[in-house]
C-alpha cells in the first residue's frame, strides 16, 4: 500500500512538544513516528506550527447551531431556552437537517475536529409519525458527517417522556419512539460502516421512565456501544427526581445498570459527593461542556473531584454557543480558577488529553487522540504565528494552543491520513460560512 509522509514542525506526542517529527501513514493509520527529522523528508507534506490529534467534539446537538445569536438575546433561563429550541427543531426535515449538519461538521472541520458525538433525538416528523426511513433524519446526519469528512459516533437517543410519568409534549412528539422497546427497534436499524459509529443515549432521567433505563443500557451493552446521558444539568431535574423516585438521577442510573466504563454523563453539573463516588468508582466518564454550561447559566461542574475519583473526561460544544474545542479545554480550568479562586487544576497536556483521546475513548474509538504508531490517522495542526499565538518559544506550544489559540488558528485539519482542511479552506466545503447562513436562513420563521 503507498505510504504518505507528513513532516510536522512541531508535534504534541504527549506529554511533550517535539520539533521535526515525521508521520508516516498507510491505509488512514499512522505506522511510523520519527522524531528528530531536522528537514522535511523528500515528498512529505509540510504541516507548519502545532500538530496535536485530532479534536473530538464528544457532544454535539447539530441543529442547536441554527440558534446562535437569536438565544442570546436578553434574559431568560435554560427552560426558555428549550423553548426557542422546541420551535427550531420543528421545523427540521431530512433534507434541511442535512444541510445544516453539513455546514456544522465542516465548521468543526475547520476548527480541528475529527470526530462528533451527535446525540440525536430528531427521529421523527414533528406530529410524531415516523418517516418512511425511521431513521431518515439519522442517516441524514451520518451522510453530512461523510460529506464534510469527519466521523460520527450517532448517539440514538431514547426520549420518552415530557417530565416523571408526563407523556411527551406537542413538541416533543418528533423525538419519542414511545417505548424503550420500540426505541431499541428503530436503532437496531442503523448500521455502522467506515466513520461511522452507532451508540446509544438516554436523553435525562426526566425523559426515559426508570423502568425502561435497563432497556436502553442493555441495547448498548450487548453491541459494545457507547451509552450517554444528560446528567444533573439542571437542580431542577434533581429537585424533580428526588419527588419521584426518592434518590438522585445519578443513584437512580446506578440502580438501573445505566453507569459503567462504556457510558458518559453529561455535564454532570450538580452532583452530591455519593454521586461523584457512583460515577468515578464505575468509571463512567464525564463530558463537561463549558462553553453551553455558562451559556445556559447551569453553573460549574465538579470535574476536579470527579476525575480524582476515577470519572475520565471529555468535552463538547454542546449547543454549539461556539465550536472551538481549545476554548472548551481552557474553559475547564478557567472555570475551575473562578469557582475555586486557586490556579493550576490542569496542565495544558491534561486538558489536551481530554479535547483528544479522552473524547475519542467517550464516542467508542478508542484507537484514535494519538500520534503513534496503529492509532487512526487523524491530526490538525495550529498556527503559531497568528496574533494569538505568536511570541512564546516552540517549547510551550501546548500551553499558548490551549491558553491563547482558537479555533480560527487550526490551518490544517487531516482524517484517516487525507486532508479536510488545506491551509484553512474545507475540500469540500469551500465557502462554510454561506453554508451555515443559507441552511439557517431556511428555518427561520
Given at each position: 500500500m503507498p505510504v504518505t509522509t507528513y513532516w510536522l514542525e512541531h508535534a504534541w506526542l504527549d506529554p511533550v512538544v517535539e520539533p521535526g517529527v515525521a508521520l508516516e501513514v498507510t491505509d488512514g493509520r499512522i505506522t511510523a513516528v520519527r522524531t528528530g527529522t531536522g528537514t522535511p523528508p523528500p515528498g512529505a507534506t509540510v504541516l507548519r506550527g502545532l500538530t496535536i490529534p485530532g479534536l473530538a467534539n464528544a457532544h454535539s446537538h447539530a441543529f442547536h447551531r441554527a440558534l446562535r445569536g437569536s438565544v442570546q438575546v436578553g434574559s431568560g433561563t435554560f427552560w426558555t431556552w428549550r423553548d426557542t429550541m422546541y420551535r427550531t427543531a420543528a421545523r427540521l426535515t431530512p433534507d434541511s437537517y442535512h444541510a445544516l449538519a453539513l455546514a456544522v461538521y465542516a465548521e468543526m472541520a475547520l476548527a480541528g475536529i475529527t470526530a462528533v458525538g451527535e446525540f440525536h433525538y430528531l427521529h421523527h416528523n414533528p406530529g410524531g409519525i415516523p418517516y418512511a426511513d425511521p431513521n431518515a433524519m439519522g442517516e441524514a446526519l451520518i451522510a453530512a458527517a461523510g460529506e464534510a469528512g469527519i466521523r460520527i459516533t450517532l448517539l440514538d437517543t431514547a426520549y420518552l417522556s415530557a417530565g416523571f410519568g408526563e407523556p411527551p409534549s406537542r413538541h416533543q412528539r418528533r423525538f419519542s419512539d414511545g417505548t424503550a422497546d420500540a426505541w431499541a427497534e428503530r436503532a437496531a436499524g442503523l448500521k455502522e460502516r467506515e466513520g461511522v459509529r452507532i451508540g446509544a443515549a438516554v436523553h435525562s432521567v426526566r425523559a426515559?421512565?426508570?423502568?425502561?433505563?435497563?432497556?436502553?443500557?442493555?441495547?448498548?451493552?450487548?453491541?459494545?456501544?457507547?451509552?450517554?446521558?444528560?446528567?444533573?444539568?439542571?437542580?431542577?431535574?434533581?429537585?424533580?427526581?428526588?419527588?419521584?423516585?426518592?434518590?438522585?438521577?445519578?443513584?437512580?442510573?446506578?440502580?438501573?445498570?445505566?453507569?459503567?466504563?462504556?457510558?458518559?454523563?453529561?455535564?454532570?453539573?450538580?452532583?452530591?459527593?455519593?454521586?461523584?463516588?457512583?460515577?468515578?468508582?464505575?468509571?463512567?466518564?464525564?463530558?463537561?461542556?463549558?462553553?453551553?454550561?455558562?451559556?445556559?447559566?447551569?453553573?460549574i461542574g465538579p470535574a476536579v473531584a470527579l476525575q480524582r475519583a476515577g470519572s475520565p473526561l471529555s468535552l463538547g460544544s454542546d449547543s454549539h454557543a461556539v465550536i472551538d474545542l481549545l476554548e472548551e479545554a481552557r474553559a475547564l480550568e478557567l472555570d475551575e480558577r473562578l469557582r475555586s479562586r486557586t490556579r493550576g487544576h490542569w496542565t495544558a497536556a491534561a486538558l489536551l488529553r481530554a479535547a483528544t483521546a479522552g473524547g475519542h475513548a467517550a464516542l467508542g474509538v478508542p484507537d484514535a487522540g494519538r500520534l503513534e504508531p496503529g492509532a487512526r490517522a487523524d491530526f490538525a495542526t495550529i498556527a503559531l504565528d497568528t496574533v494569538r499565538t505568536a511570541g512564546p518559544p516552540a517549547r510551550l506550544a501546548a500551553e499558548t494552543a490551549v491558553f491563547a489559540g482558537s479555533a480560527a488558528d487550526v490551518r490544517h485539519t487531516v482524517v484517516a491520513g487525507r486532508h479536510v482542511v488545506r491551509d484553512g479552506v474545507h475540500d469540500r466545503v469551500p465557502d462554510v460560512p454561506r453554508a451555515l447562513a443559507e441552511s439557517i436562513a431556511a428555518l427561520r420563521d
Open positions: 426515559v421512565p426508570a423502568d425502561q433505563l435497563a432497556t436502553v443500557a442493555q441495547w448498548a451493552q450487548e453491541r459494545g456501544a457507547p451509552l450517554h446521558v444528560h446528567l444533573s444539568e439542571q437542580t431542577a431535574e434533581n429537585d424533580a427526581c428526588r419527588a419521584a423516585h426518592g434518590r438522585t438521577p445519578t443513584r437512580l442510573l446506578a440502580d438501573h445498570g445505566v453507569l459503567g466504563p462504556d457510558t458518559t454523563g453529561v455535564h454532570n453539573t450538580h452532583l452530591t459527593g455519593e454521586d461523584i463516588e457512583l460515577l468515578g468508582g464505575s468509571s463512567t466518564g464525564t463530558c463537561m461542556c463549558p462553553t453551553t454550561e455558562r451559556d445556559l447559566a447551569d453553573g
